[in-house]
């Protein structure tokens, strides 16, 4: 998993719990409201599952949401993952290219 990924999903994660909490409702109230299991929801709540933009949306009415944040929320779900990285290694930074027959000479860039 991408480093950025899940930053905002455990940023949505919690937001998304303050919100259910702050609306006054429990998890095994909210699930059903919302057609998923108890621990469906907690598995949201702690990031330990992804989230589409169905059920955030779902998740903004029962509790009420609306205006900006409301936006912000699902521009926040609706955020391509970061591309790139990912731990793998950056070939064209170490002056040499997977596809190419031979590495450039030493003191060159590529």
């Not at 949505?12 to 998890?27: F, N, S, Y």
């Not at 095994?28 to 059920?55: C, T």
């Amino acid at each position: 998993m991408r480093n950025g990924s899940l930053v905002r999903r455990r940023q949505l994660a919690r937001t998304l719990r303050e919100l259910r909490v702050h609306a006054g409702l429990t998890i095994e109230a909210a699930a059903p409201k919302l057609d998923v299991s108890p621990s469906k929801l907690s598995r949201i709540e702690n990031a330990h599952q992804g989230v589409d933009v169905h059920i955030v949306r779902s998740m903004l009415d029962l509790f009420d949401v609306g205006g900006d944040r409301w936006t912000e929320l699902l521009d926040l779900t609706r955020r391509p993952a970061p591309r790139g990285g990912g731990g793998r290694t950056d070939w064209t930074t170490r002056g040499t290219c997977p596809w190419s027959r031979r590495p450039p000479p030493c003191g060159t860039t590529p």
